[in-house]
């Protein structure tokens, strides 16, 4: 079993950055790829980034990409999402999740994890 809590979210003008945290209790993260999912009011949770379980396969929705960094410390069991230039639109809930032994591509699509984090709440005011 895997506990994932995230923090680090906040409110921050456009044009700010933040940067989340996940870290993991339970059991290590080093056999998982993580990633971040995001929710936003009366939509469905979408897919935000990915990184696989060594560090180096990174994936990006084009929505964040150029903006948003992912990264991890396998050491310490926490994965990292930098995000600059936030926009509005990047306003909800975000997720992480921990995924294992599952095909690179299917790791955009949230059914494909197993754990998940509560959330943290980011907004981004005009």
């Known amino acids: 079993q895997v506990q994932l809590v995230e923090s680090g979210g906040g409110l921050v003008q456009a044009g700010g950055s933040l940067r989340l945290s996940c870290a993991a209790s339970?059991?290590?993260?080093?056999?998982?790829?993580m990633g971040w999912f995001r929710q936003a009011p009366g939509k469905e949770r979408e897919f935000v980034a990915v990184i696989n379980w060594s560090g180096g396969s990174t994936n990006y929705a084009d929505s964040v990409k150029g903006r948003f960094i992912i990264s991890r410390d396998n050491a310490k069991s926490t994965v990292n999402l930098e995000m600059n230039s936030l926009k509005p639109e990047d306003t909800a809930v975000y997720y992480c999740?921990?995924?294992?032994?599952?095909?690179?591509?299917?790791?955009?699509?949230?059914?494909?994890?197993?754990?998940w984090g509560q959330g943290t709440q980011v907004t981004v005011s005009s």
């Open positions: 999740a921990a995924s294992r032994f599952s095909p690179w591509l299917k790791l955009v699509e949230r059914q494909t994890y197993d754990y």
């Open positions: 339970g059991r290590t993260l080093s056999t998982y790829d």
